[in-house]
């Protein structure tokens, strides 16, 4: 079940050949259907200790479109696990058949048995306080607790297992950055001679500290803080336009969340010179395909254009 290895995809694009750039994309989107990518390597290491512990329920944090909601859902159906997912947005229970509509995240979710607790912005933001925990272990019994979008010590490890042997070749990897769980793991893991770039999907000022209380490296690494498209979630016609482009000429998909916004920064740096002539670049596809659908459904009222998908 935790075998996992994805390949790395070349990509032929006129610009990479102008500027002399090796460009390839790690498809971790690829290693599962439904826990794709980091997500699945976060939960590996968490769940073989939830196991150990005896602990029959997993209980996490996310928001109404989580990739580690969505996933861990999923994960903790197929090992046996109870799942509870405490989701931001109160008024969000207010009408549940509706939201099971509308939703495809937590309607994914939910056919996977796991069960919401919907909470107010404000008590969101005390998920890691210990009356709070309390609170939830007063109303759901025990549990293994995972944080936020998956991001703890085990979660550190299982993604310096993205990297392998062959990734040594390449002087640049480029990842997505949101909690920063994924992007220690690979600076743990890089060789010497590798500089890892973190595109942080939203503002994230705070991120330079928490990724280096979690890494024993400090020169091979840096946040580009430009590609945030104004923030979590946020997400503009340039993007989607993008996002659309990219598809029809690699045939990979991107998600609007992340993996979008990370390479279209890499293309900007691309354009800008800043990479050396003849660099090689390894790019992450972190995976998040799921929120395609939920993005769509809330571009369709926005009436801005659709991003492009298998599906359509
Ligand atoms: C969760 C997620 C990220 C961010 O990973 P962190 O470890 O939280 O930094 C990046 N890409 C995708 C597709 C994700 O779902």
Known sequence: MFKMSSKNQNINLKLLNEKGIKL???????????????????????LTKAK??????????????SNHISALSYAGKKHGFKTIGIIRGEELGQ????????????????ENGMQFKFV??????????????????????????IPEGGTNALAVKGC???????????????????????????INSASERQTILGFPSLKGAFLQEIIEEKTNKSENWKLMHSYHFGGYAKINEILISFINDFYQQTTIPLDPIYTGKMMFGIMDLIKKNFFERNSSILAIHTGGL???????????????????DEKL
């Open 24 to 46: 390839s994309i790690k498809r971790e989107d690829e290693i599962h259907p439904f826990i794709s990518g980091n997500k699945y390597r976060k939960l590996k290491y968490n």
């Open 52 to 65: 150990e512990q005896h602990c029959h329920t997993l209980l996490s944090f996310g928001g109404a479109y």
């Open 95 to 110: 009408d549940f058949a509706h939201l099971l509509q509308t939703n495809p995240t937590l309607r994914f979710a939910h």
């Open 120 to 145: 107010s912005r404000e008590m969101y933001r005390k998920k890691e306080k210990s009356d709070f925990l309390q609170d939830l272990k007063f109303e759901f019994g025990d549990f293994y607790l």
């Open 160 to 186: 310096q297992e993205i990297l392998t042997s062959d990734d040594t070749e390449f002087d640049y990897i480029c990842v997505s950055v949101g909690t920063g769980g994924t992007i220690s793991g690979l």
């Open 290 to 308: 799921q929120g395609i659908e939920g993005m769509n459904q809330r571009l369709i009222r926005k009436k801005l254009p659709l991003i492009l």
